[in-house]
């Protein structure tokens, strides 16, 4: 089944303290991206990556890091996480040929106290 | 310039009858036009797709394409209620969806049983 997968679903944790979200897919799509979505903001661009070690800011990359070492795999990565930074995620990956469609995984809930 | 309007709604309305979304956008670079589903808690899906200005029908789903009014509408023909959910419109530029798709903020829809 194609899909994108993201791990953990749901995260606690305190200010300050590093963490990753992983996300994966599996139908070799080279474009990839994280979005966080709030209410009232609705979905925001973190980072894109267009293919194996390319990455590239969206809209509200500050805070954040990601890595693509592998194309199928897109780590988000929060270094030193804020209370700013508690919202839902998405991963979403995409073909480099059109129409573009992005698919998305099921989102991750984090919350930083 | 990366804007899309979007009506955040809610927008309610009993089962059966037709209903209207709308976006409206500015960048006239935007060449491929995206319909998104999401249910509470879960990762937008895709709806349709449509590549520059016409109509596409699927099932009880029209996505309508005005490039010269910069306007695109999904209609949903005969709704139920579990149609009820947040839907996104979303677009990207003839180059691609490298930085991602643009994506209006939702408009929530309810269809009263």
């Known amino acids: 089944e194609a899909q994108v997968t993201q791990n953990p679903r749901y995260l606690i944790t305190v200010t300050g303290k590093k963490l990753t979200v992983t996300c994966s897919q599996n139908?070799?799509?080279?474009?990839m991206s994280w979005y966080r979505q709030d209410p009232g903001l609705g979905l925001r661009q973190i980072y894109y990556s267009m293919n194996v070690e390319v990455t590239d800011k969206g809209d509200v990359p500050e805070g954040y890091k990601v890595s693509r070492k592998e194309k199928r795999n897109f780590p988000l990565i929060l270094e030193s996480p804020s209370p700013n930074q508690t919202s839902l995620y998405f991963c979403a990956s995409s073909s480099s040929r059109g129409p573009y469609e992005q698919y998305f995984g099921p989102g991750t809930r984090l919350t930083v106290t | 310039q990366k804007e899309v309007e979007q009506d955040p709604g809610p927008l309610s309305v009993p089962e059966g009858a037709i209903v209207s979304l709308n976006c409206t956008y500015s960048n006239s670079a935007f060449q491929y036009f995206m319909w998104y589903r999401q249910y509470s808690r879960k990762g937008p899906e895709l709806l349709m797709y449509t590549y520059s200005s016409g109509n596409k029908e699927d099932g009880r789903f029209t996505a309508q394409v005005d490039k010269s009014s910069k306007y695109i509408s999904l209609f949903i023909r005969d709704s139920q209620p579990s149609d009820s959910a947040t839907y996104l419109c979303a677009m990207s530029g003839q180059g691609g969806g490298a930085d991602g798709l643009t994506f209006g903020k939702g408009t929530h829809l309810i269809i009263q049983p």
């Open positions: 139908m070799n799509h080279e474009y």
